[in-house]
């Protein structure tokens, strides 16, 4: 034995003792401690675990289509993929944000900032980082899937719109909903969703949204998909089928290309729109995912106003349009007989002020009495007119007869116009009304302001003898509002015979528009924007000069179809104007022949030849890469011609 | 058997406390990898870690058969050549889990201050058995922390903090056998709490950051937080009667970090629930005081210290790593004596308790 050892065997039991005691109470002290996580709190760490384990990702509903009177396809949707990120485990976000950003290609600043916004959802639902997904993208999230099981991706379905703004503002546009929009809907909506913004998108978006469906998979702690627990499919949303004819919207486009101004074209008997059109116009596509802010303030800041649709927004003095208004208060009111007679020197004074003819240049309209006034458009006649009738008497039958209130069309953002009265002058400029007003009313001018729709409404109505229908763009729309202002057989008969002249008579205002065989009836309108001798002094600037107009319907008693259009600083409603209505009618009755012809099948093969057809190929061009080779027009399977064939 | 030695001596109790724990290990070790793919390093896990107790038994009765005085007869020896190890794994080891503390030896990494350790507690049992009083002087005292600081101080160097820190009980619980005296005891208490602020001067980034989260384990759900989150999560989640071996998502889903490794018990916590784990405490209550109880029968001072020093290694072990899965101790890269997945610590404890057979057999032999 080593010298070391000591003889000492007395060994310290107490103290060995007190270590087992320590040893019992330390084991006690742990199993508290597991008692209290096990037994007391299992119910929320066992929920903590089903969320680490869980995750739920949405199936997105497509959106219904958008289809025209013939059930064309306008509107439809192509697939995409959209980048998820899940937030769920801050450790794995934290470290794995750069290589996120690096690979996706955006900063780690602008996914912070969405993470930041979307703080009120319950962290275990992933966010939308990246709506539109590229190939580079895609393939960058499949090679990552185990070393960062942060992303995944979400099939969507993105709009897709016709090309180069064709029925642009009538459709509208989809957009990501709005913080507030979300707040509005309840639940319904989260962050990310899209939803109508403008348009009908916005008007029938209810309809068109269909219900989100759902997946709920098991994943390890990679994120890696291990079960799948439940699969709600997503409802798609139910299409729309519009009012609109597209062969008529594709020729009233064509007719309107660069210019800037609407057209809208009626059924005044049911109120249907047929065709609608604002130039200029934005390309939706561009804001079908997510708009740069640069170019959404360049759009809103445009001087030519690219996003108002100028077909129920624009505000403007309706011109020469308004004379028929005038005749059939005149008619109407009999305070003035029928067959009133006017010398027309050119020129007039009125109130000490001279009032001047729009052929002053030229000389004067004569002798004239209302069929001609109308024809020839004599300011001069009108002005004396309006100078018998009185503003509250103009006013009363511009109201009665659709203006200065809004059509009821089932759009947002609708315009009323404005119908001055001696009442509104009083109580809104708080200033008197002065006769000399009047006279500038009686011909469409002063403070009378009225929207290309309204006008549509208002000459479709006068023309069908009193009956104003609500104009809407959903086919199927139910309780179409209809309103009756009867007007006398004689007055519709005398008003539609001077507008059936103002087309067909000789020396008649659109006498160059004239359609061989069809009863095209019309008013033409220009409007000054600046006082004929202002206009002298500033030049031939462009902004200054007039805005013409043009309603025009067919056949001259109970009209089809009524068109109404605007074109800005055309100058002449005869020249610029007027030819767009005429290319439209025309093309409504080319149709309609071929229809009667043919009773109960429609013959597509002789549109996919013609000139609309390649017209319609050029607003909406090819296919986008990504989507199913499906052009706007369907192929012709309906059952009538195929039963043809 | 040599004289005196008899196979109705040795320790039967312990050796199926200590067997039952491994098996509880084995099972655990297996449920936490079975999902891993054939390639995986994970892949038969279990099996290997019944190789590594076998080895261990094997140890275990190895050194249970040399008498512990000639272990102790070579204690300068055996501190010269840990601390030679300990700076030869500085100089030449491998780094795993940040820390260079390994070596490889014919293919095998090897955590050299799991040896130490052991060479530690001889050292140590040595050093006390020779101060031969019931009332420890403070020189004494030094000269014990100068001879573990020593290795601790180059175990820091790798840096292993935890691994340092499991030799302190060492030396506290031989000078608390050794006739410590109280009023020591509540200065030595009082100079801890006044040098901590300073200490955490020392303390790298990351170790800060653990012990603030452990501290504030709501503040931060990022790293260090992360882990004990995920593993009090598991163990809640488990409830009173467990999800079933082989059905803990938290396990089977990966959650719980290293689990087949210091996490073991969260897994097993999980899966068997409570139950699991009261039975698991009290197999270590159990081993615990039957150590102490062998220490109480010791022959001689040296003996008693020896079979105190493992219990205390053990002991510190045990709790640490527990209080852990509960959040009670702040993430440390502690294992689970015996229940782990690893070869160094599992050879360790073998040949710990090995010494403490041997302490056990010689009872009787005057």
Not at chain 1, 79 to 100: A, I, T, Y
Not at chain 2, 88 to 114: D, F
């Amino acid at each position: 034995m080593s010298s070391w050892i000591g003889n000492d065997q007395k060994l310290p039991q107490g103290r060995l003792a007190a270590i087992s005691y320590l040893i019992a109470a330390g084991t006690l002290f742990l199993l508290i401690g597991f008692w209290k996580l096990q037994i007391i709190q299992s119910d929320h760490y066992g929920q903590l675990a089903e969320r680490n384990r869980i995750r739920s990702l949405p199936i997105i509903a497509p959106r219904g289509q958008i289809l025209d009177r013939e059930k064309r396809v306008i509107v439809d949707n192509y697939p995409s993929f959209s980048v998820l990120l899940l937030r769920e485990d801050p450790k794995l976000l934290e470290e794995g944000l750069p290589l996120v950003a690096e690979g996706l290609g955006i900063t780690i600043e602008e996914i912070q900032q969405q993470i930041e916004a979307s703080k009120s959802i319950p962290k275990f639902q992933p966010i939308q980082i990246k709506p539109e997904a590229s190939q580079a993208d895609i393939a960058f999230i499949e090679s990552h899937r185990a070393d960062l099981p942060l992303l995944e991706l979400l099939m969507v379905h993105r709009r897709r719109y016709p090309r180069d703004g064709f029925l642009a503002h009538a459709i509208g546009y989809v957009g990501e909903v709005s913080e507030k929009q979300i707040e509005a809907s309840g639940d319904k909506l989260r962050p990310g969703d899209f939803v109508g913004k403008s348009g009908l998108e916005r008007q029938y978006n209810e309809t068109l949204m269909g219900t989100d469906g759902m997946r709920r998979i098991v994943v390890n702690s990679v994120g890696k998909e291990v079960e799948k627990l439940e699969h709600v499919e997503a409802q798609a949303g139910q299409n729309i089928q519009l009012t609109i004819d597209y062969d008529l919207q594709v020729v009233a486009e064509a007719a309107m290309a660069g210019q800037k101004g609407a057209v809208v074209a009626l059924d005044p008997r049911t109120g249907e729109v047929l065709a609608m059109v604002s130039q200029p116009a934005p390309d939706p596509n561009s804001f079908a995912i997510r708009i740069p802010a640069q170019e959404w303030k360049q759009l809103n800041e445009d001087p030519d106003k690219p996003l108002l649709n100028r077909a129920i927004q624009a505000q403007l003095a309706p011109g020469s349009v308004f004379k028929i208004v005038m005749s059939t208060a005149m008619l109407e009111s009999k305070v003035i007989p029928e067959d009133y007679s006017v010398y027309c020197p050119g020129y007039a004074d009125f109130y000490g002020r001279v009032f001047k003819c729009w052929v002053f240049d030229k000389g004067g309209h004569g002798h004239v009495k209302l069929h001609d006034a109308i024809v020839h458009s004599c300011d001069i006649f009108f002005y004396n007119v309006g100078k018998r009738l009185g503003i509250d008497r103009i006013s009363y039958y511009a109201n009665q007869l659709g203006l200065g209130r809004r059509t009821g069309i089932d759009l947002p953002g609708e315009m009323e116009g404005l119908v001055p009265s001696e009442e509104w002058k009083k109580r809104v400029l708080r200033q008197p009304w002065y006769p000399g007003e009047t006279i500038s009313v009686a011909v469409g001018q002063g403070a009378l302001i009225t929207t290309p729709l309204q006008l549509a409404r208002t000459i479709g109505g006068i023309a069908l003898g009193g009956v104003f229908k609500q104009p809407h763009l959903l086919m199927d729309a139910k309780a179409v509002k209809e309103e009756t202002f009867t007007i006398n057989e004689h007055t519709t008969e005398v008003v539609t015979q001077a507008m059936f002249g103002v087309v067909n008579q000789e020396g008649g205002t659109a006498k160059g528009s004239r359609l061989e065989g069809i009863e095209f009836c019309g008013k033409t309108g220009t409007a000054q924007l600046i006082s004929s001798d202002g206009l002298k002094k500033v030049g031939k600037q462009k902004q200054f000069s007039d805005n013409a107009w043009f309603v025009g319907y067919a056949p001259r008693r109970n009209p089809e179809i009524v068109v109404s259009v605007l074109v800005e600083h055309g100058l002449h409603g005869s020249s610029a104007a007027a030819p767009v209505a005429r290319d439209i009618i025309k093309r409504y009755y080319e149709k309609k022949g071929a229809r009667d012809k043919q009773q109960y099948t429609v013959d597509y093969k002789r549109y996919e030849l013609s000139d609309s057809q390649e017209l319609a190929q050029a607003a909406l061009g090819p296919a986008p890469a990504a989507s199913t080779p499906k052009t706007a027009l369907p192929p012709p399977q309906r059952k009538g011609a195929s039963a043809q064939r | 058997m040599r004289e005196g030695t008899h196979l109705r001596d040795f320790d039967w109790a312990l050796l199926l406390i200590v067997l039952a724990i491994c098996s509880l290990g084995i099972v655990e070790i297996y449920s936490a990898t079975q999902s891993a793919p054939p390639s995986s390093r994970l892949a038969g896990l279990h099996w290997k870690q019944l190789w590594w107790v076998l080895i261990g038994v094997a140890c275990m009765l190895a050194l249970s058969r040399i008498d512990y005085h000639r272990v102790l007869d070579q204690a300068p020896l055996l501190y010269l050549v840990g601390l030679a190890g300990l700076v030869l794994v500085l100089l030449i080891g491998e780094t795993k889990y940040g820390s260079r503390s390994w070596i490889e030896i014919g293919g095998r990494t090897l955590q050299v201050s799991e040896l130490v350790k052991l060479i530690i507690i001889v050292v140590l049992a040595r050093f006390y058995s020779e101060v031969r009083t019931d009332r420890l002087s403070l020189l004494d005292m030094a000269k014990a922390g100068a001879l573990v600081g020593l290795p601790v101080g180059l175990i820091l160097l790798q840096p292993d903090f935890g691994t340092a820190v499991m030799f302190l009980p060492i030396a506290v619980v031989g000078a608390f056998l050794s006739g410590i005296q109280w009023k020591h005891m509540v200065a030595f208490a009082l100079i801890a709490a006044l040098l901590l602020p300073v200490g955490w001067y020392f303390l790298k980034p990351y170790q800060k950051e653990r012990i603030n989260t452990f501290l504030r384990p709501e503040e931060n759900l990022q790293g260090a937080g992360y882990q004990t989150q995920q593993a009090k999560i598991a163990v809640g989640s488990g409830g009173f009667w467990g999800k079933g071996i082989g059905k803990g998502t938290q396990n089977q889903g990966g959650f719980i970090p290293v689990r087949w490794s210091d996490f073991i018990l969260a897994a097993l916590a999980e899966e068997t629930g409570f139950i699991g784990v009261l039975v698991t405490l009290l197999l270590y209550m159990f081993l615990l005081l039957r150590l102490v109880q062998n220490a109480q029968g010791a022959k001689d001072r040296s003996g008693m210290y020896i079979v105190m020093g493992v219990a205390a290694v053990l002991g510190v072990h045990v709790f640490v790593n527990v209080g852990m899965m509960i959040g009670y101790v702040p993430v440390t890269g502690i294992p689970l004596p015996l229940m782990s997945y690893g070869g160094s610590s599992t050879l360790f404890v073998f040949m710990a308790l090995g010494l403490v057979m041997n302490v056990r057999l010689k009872r009787f032999v005057n």
